[in-house]
């Protein structure tokens, strides 16, 4: 890849934005997404550049298919999914991929504005930003799109820091338990616990990518399990029950997804989905699935979710073996919170690339010397 413009630079430029509330909700870390797969478009090799061929033609061929089939939010869904994907697919042949400044200090200025929203809430009633109230707790969430989606983000960082210098961020760490996101603290606290075993990463790293797939497939039915079962609790008092406020929840969650199941089936729509953005339409409670594989293969279809599969797959074949923990956790978020879209799968690969290069750099400084 020549290194005309820096390439690394642009890849943090799109995180911000795909993080960033505003630039996030509005599409518009997609529109750099194109403007960067341009630019790897004029600095590619003949070679690379079949590569970017082959999107603009599936992109279009794809566009087509879900606009005639159904419109064109369906047709945008596809054209979006495609652009994350081949922008993500060129990151291991970008050979100067660091954390710059800008990205850095986006992640711990949104950490100090939690600390500041909730001294300011707590103390005289009011925050720079808005937040939501959860059984009396009131959740920020900073400039990002939610407060999960921001405790995922920092915990992805906070992964990073600890791989790489040996060393828990306190102050990161803090920020995360103020966003009160339940799932991402139990998880954060299980995956902090499998770091702390040094026998764990010292096995081959074949060996710790076949014993994540088989723990995620595990997880997988022990997670359906149980939403299954918690479908009899959704009609419990939640009045005064942290706990049980949690439990209906999750049922109320699974309750949407067996019914938007339920319209799939009728409508028979499985290869190509009912259409992007429909499932609030077909939900009792006018909910989002709040799963990121289920709602995408409700909405878009079988085709849309294997290019997503697929691509998770490619992504989890080019980690580096300290990386496989956290990508299997947040992969496994996805069941309960969207983590393609908003793009922390993509976020995963760009840290561990990181990681891989800095320690090449690492071996071949201490043979030379």
Same mark, same amino acid.
């Given at each position: 890849?020549?290194?005309?413009?820096?390439?690394?630079?642009?890849?943090?430029?799109?995180?911000?934005?795909?993080?960033?509330?505003?630039?996030?909700?509005?599409?518009?870390?997609?529109?750099?997404?194109?403007?960067?797969?341009?630019?790897?478009?004029?600095?590619?090799?003949?070679?690379?550049?079949?590569?970017?061929?082959?999107?603009?033609?599936?992109?279009?061929?794809?566009?087509?298919?879900?606009?005639?089939?159904?419109?064109?939010?369906?047709?945008?869904?596809?054209?979006?999914?495609?652009?994350?994907?081949?922008?993500?697919?060129?990151?291991?042949?970008?050979?100067?991929?660091?954390?710059?400044?800008?990205?850095?200090?986006?992640?711990?200025?949104?950490?100090?504005?939690?600390?500041?929203?909730?001294?300011?809430?707590?103390?005289?009633?009011?925050?720079?930003?808005?937040?939501?109230?959860?059984?009396?707790?009131?959740?920020?969430?900073?400039?990002?799109?939610?407060?999960?989606?921001?405790?995922?983000?920092?915990?992805?960082?906070?992964?990073?820091?600890?791989?790489?210098?040996?060393?828990?961020?306190?102050?990161?760490?803090?920020?995360?338990?103020?966003?009160?996101?339940?799932?991402?603290?139990?998880?954060?606290?299980?995956?902090?616990?499998?770091?702390?075993?040094?026998?764990?990463?010292?096995?081959?790293?074949?060996?710790?990518?076949?014993?994540?797939?088989? +723990?995620? $497939? #595990?997880?997988?039915?022990? /997670?359906?399990?149980?939403? *299954? &079962? !918690?479908?009899? %609790?959704?009609?419990?008092?939640?009045?005064?029950?942290?706990?049980?406020?949690?439990?209906?929840?999750?049922?109320?969650?699974?309750?949407?997804?067996?019914?938007?199941?339920?319209?799939?089936?009728?409508?028979?729509?499985?290869?190509?989905?009912?259409?992007?953005?429909?499932?609030?339409?077909?939900?009792?409670?006018?909910?989002?699935?709040?799963?990121?594989?289920?709602?995408?293969?409700?909405?878009?279809?079988?085709?849309?979710?294997?290019?997503?599969? +697929?691509? $998770? #797959?490619?992504?989890?074949? /080019?980690?580096?073996?300290? *990386? &496989? !923990?956290?990508? %299997?956790?947040?992969?496994?978020?996805?069941?309960?919170?969207?983590?393609?879209?908003?793009?922390?799968?993509?976020?995963?690969?760009?840290?561990?690339?990181?990681?891989?290069?800095?320690?090449?750099?690492?071996?071949?400084?201490?043979?030379?010397?």
């Amino acid at each position: 890849m020549k290194n005309a413009l820096s390439f690394n630079g642009l890849y943090n430029v799109f995180f911000v934005l795909g993080f960033y509330v505003f630039t996030y909700a509005t599409n518009i870390y997609i529109v750099f997404a194109c403007c960067v797969l341009f630019c790897l478009f004029l600095a590619s090799t003949k070679e690379h550049r079949k590569m970017l061929y082959l999107y603009i033609f599936t992109s279009i061929l794809m566009g087509v298919f879900y606009f005639v089939i159904h419109d064109g939010g369906a047709a945008y869904r596809i054209f979006k999914t495609l652009t994350l994907v081949w922008l993500t697919l060129f990151l291991p042949i970008i050979n100067d991929l660091k954390i710059n400044k800008l990205l850095h200090y986006f992640l711990l200025g949104n950490a100090l504005l939690i600390y500041i929203d909730v001294f300011l809430y707590n103390v005289f009633g009011f925050s720079l930003t808005a937040g939501v109230e959860t059984y009396g707790f009131m959740r920020f969430s900073g400039i990002i799109e939610d407060s999960n989606f921001f405790s995922y983000m920092l915990f992805c960082y906070i992964y990073y820091l600890k791989v790489t210098t040996g060393r828990y961020n306190f102050f990161l760490i803090g920020a995360v338990l103020l966003s009160l996101s339940l799932s991402l603290i139990i998880t954060m606290v299980g995956v902090f616990f499998l770091l702390q075993i040094k026998s764990l990463w010292k096995l081959p790293t074949v060996y710790i990518k076949i014993w994540g797939g088989i +723990v995620a $497939g #595990m997880v997988f039915l022990l /997670y359906y399990g149980l939403l *299954f &079962v !918690l479908t009899t %609790v959704r009609d419990i008092d939640t009045t005064n029950d942290y706990m049980a406020e949690k439990l209906v929840s999750l049922s109320l969650r699974f309750e949407s997804q067996l019914e938007a199941f339920d319209a799939l089936a009728v409508d028979h729509d499985y290869w190509w989905g009912i259409g992007a953005g429909k499932t609030r339409e077909i939900t009792t409670k006018e909910m989002n699935l709040h799963n990121s594989y289920l709602q995408m293969l409700l909405e878009m279809g079988i085709n849309c979710l294997l290019i997503v599969l +697929v691509f $998770g #797959m490619w992504c989890y074949y /080019y980690l580096d073996k300290h *990386f &496989v !923990l956290l990508f %299997v956790a947040l992969f496994l978020l996805g069941n309960v919170l969207e983590v393609f879209y908003f793009p922390l799968l993509s976020f995963i690969l760009f840290l561990s690339l990181i990681y891989s290069n800095k320690e090449k750099e690492d071996c071949l400084a201490t043979e030379y010397a």
